[in-house]
């Protein structure tokens, strides 16, 4: 699967545009996520040196995306399609429920690979 994740709110604390501390086991899940296969968008409104800080602290931590704010490694934006990143799944604290804890993120995406084998 393809999985977007935010970062502001979802791998770490809300402190834009510093960065906040990590949330607990957010980049733990998703290396296992990475593990299992799937691919991992970073996902978020950061851009610029924020962008970058956001990636490196990931990386620092052995946290490596498929892509960023993009759908694939070297895509550019070109105003001549939409610019919604496509995935599988969408982790973001924006959603309607809010994000849950890292474990219940686990389990319910482990369950959505069990329902499509």
């Known amino acids: ?14 402190k834009f545009p510093e960065i906040g501390e990590e949330i ?4 733990e899940t998703l290396k296992l ?16 040196k924020e ?4 990636v490196e602290f990931c990386e620092k931590r052995g946290l490596y995306f498929h892509a960023v704010n993009n759908n694939f490694d070297g895509e550019e934006f ?11 799944i969408y982790i973001d604290d ?3 429920l809010g994000i849950p ?17």
């Open 33 to 48: 996520f990475q593990k299992k296969g799937h691919k991992l968008i970073l996902w978020t409104y950061r851009s610029g």
């Open 51 to 54: 962008l970058d800080e956001a």
């Open 78 to 88: 070109d105003n001549t399609y939409s610019r919604k990143i496509y995935a599988d």
């Open 24 to 27: 607990p086991f957010a980049i």
């Open 1 to 14: 699967m393809i999985i977007a994740v935010d970062f502001d709110g979802t791998i770490v604390e809300h």
């Open 94 to 96: 924006r959603n309607l």
């Open 101 to 117: 804890e890292w474990k219940k993120i686990y389990e319910m995406i482990t369950e959505k690979e069990e329902e499509k084998k």
